[in-house]
């Protein structure tokens, strides 16, 4: 599968999902990233009219947990986030910010991603770190 495939994959997966609901699209992938693009407007808005934390959090955990099916991509391995963290430095009201998954630590049984998640002039709106559980595919029977 090539990376455009892998990428038209993704964004298929993402029908009827949190990641349609928040226009999440997968736009960018590499050998060990994964870029996301989210549009900032009301829907995803606090009472202040500025982008939300936690949907800020629904793009970097939507990204990283893509990337982390993207690495493991052929390996009969699922992973599932275990954990995330989420530093909010830079207020956004609209626009279009992305997150950019990279991989920090791949082993046996954990994953750890960054992602930072910027606005359109490259600015730093959040630092992300999520870790995911690396395990066997259980076979359904």
């Given amino acids: ?3 455009e495939d892998i990428l038209q994959k993704l964004n298929s997966m993402s029908a009827n999902t949190l990641m349609e609901t928040l226009r999440i699209e997968y736009i960018e992938l590499g050998d060990d990233y994964l870029v996301a693009k989210m549009p900032v407007d009301a829907r995803v808005h606090q009472p202040m009219g500025l982008l939300h934390g936690g949907a800020t959090v629904a793009l970097a955990e939507s990204v990283a947990s ?3 099916y993207a690495l493991s991509k052929g390996s009969g391995r699922e992973v ?10 830079k207020s956004k009201s609209d626009g279009v910010v992305t997150g950019r998954a990279t991989i920090i630590h791949d082993g ?3 994953q750890l ?3 930072r998640i910027e606005d359109e002039a490259g600015q730093l709106i959040s630092l992300c ?11 359904k029977g």
């Fill in 1 to 3: 599968m090539t990376n």
């Fill in 66 to 68: 893509a990337a982390a």
């Fill in 80 to 89: 599932r986030g275990l954990e995330i963290t989420a530093n909010h430095l």
């Fill in 108 to 110: 046996r049984t954990t």
């Fill in 113 to 115: 991603w960054e992602i």
């Fill in 129 to 139: 770190k999520m870790t995911a559980l690396v395990f066997d595919k259980q076979q």
